[in-house]
């Protein structure tokens, strides 16, 4: 009953975070239609690199749209239901999370839904649309649909992880963005065209192997034991994340804010 609870009072916490940040309609459908805009430019450029050659990285056009699908449709829901793991690195150095701590609520997800950041519904919008144009069955839609959960929640892991890093280090927020900036960037690109070593940290540090490539490789030929793999991976990073978190936590003070601002 008390974990039930808990899940309720974090989906009410993004409900009012998105009605809030959704009081300027106006404004609200312009960033989601400009977020959309400026993914698909991307496209040009991925046709005219295909133009040039059959394949890149073992990947065809279409897996190309698969992987950028699943890239924005993760970070875009973790964004609006999780963003609040992203401010995880200020709250600690400024001494913020005391409001956190003293609320009866489950403080992990308290911090982590604590803000949405709507606009990245454009992500969403798109990594959907694009789904919707080259996926080939109601069976990939709905395999779409659970990696697209399965990746938040993994992305929600790694920026909790990653965030709690600034409960040792007085830079962890810049640590943070570093970290967080590196996965986003080559988790719209092939993993084929990557060495092993690199290979090895996006499916370790950069879990961007259990968010995007794997997924994409069950959209192109559905696998039950990839799934599996993908949905137990999520549960690893998930308790990486809580250890680490309430371990950093033995070391927080409010304090923190002495050091001043970055």
């Not at 003293?102 to 694009?130: C, E, H, K, W």
């Not at 965030?163 to 960037?185: C, D, E, H, P, Y």
């Not at 993908?230 to 990073?237: E, N």
Request: with cysteine.
């Amino acid at each position: 009953m008390e974990a039930k609870e808990q899940i309720y009072l974090s989906l009410l916490s993004i409900k009012y975070n998105i009605i809030r940040e959704i009081v300027d309609s106006k404004a609200f459908i312009l960033s989601i239609f400009l977020s959309i805009l400026n993914n698909a430019v991307f496209i040009v450029q991925w046709i005219i690199l295909f133009n040039l050659r059959n394949e890149m990285g073992g990947y065809k056009f279409n897996d190309i749209m698969y992987i950028w699908a699943m890239a924005c449709s993760t970070s875009g829901m973790a964004a609006v239901f999780f963003n609040g793991a992203r401010r995880l690195p200020e709250l600690i150095f400024m001494g913020k999370l005391d409001s956190y701590i003293v609320q009866p609520r489950n403080l992990y997800l308290n911090i982590a839904t604590s803000s949405s950041d709507i606009f990245a519904l454009g992500d969403m919008v798109y990594g959907t649309i694009l789904c919707l144009i080259f996926l080939r069955s109601f069976l990939s839609f709905v395999l779409f649909i659970f990696f697209t959960i399965t990746g938040s929640m993994i992305m929600l892991a790694f920026h909790m992880t990653v965030g709690s890093l600034a409960f040792w280090i007085k830079n962890g927020r810049l640590v943070s963005l570093l970290l967080g900036n590196i996965m986003m960037t080559v988790s719209t690109y092939p993993d084929g065209i990557f060495n092993k070593a690199i290979k090895v940290l996006l499916y370790s540090v950069f879990p961007m192997g259990f968010i995007v490539y794997i997924p994409v490789k069950v959209l192109r030929d559905p696998t039950l034991l990839l799934v599996l793999l993908v949905f137990i991976a999520m549960l690893f990073f998930l308790l990486i994340s809580l250890f680490v978190f309430y371990i950093g936590k033995k070391h927080y003070s409010s304090a923190n804010r002495m050091f001043g601002k970055y």
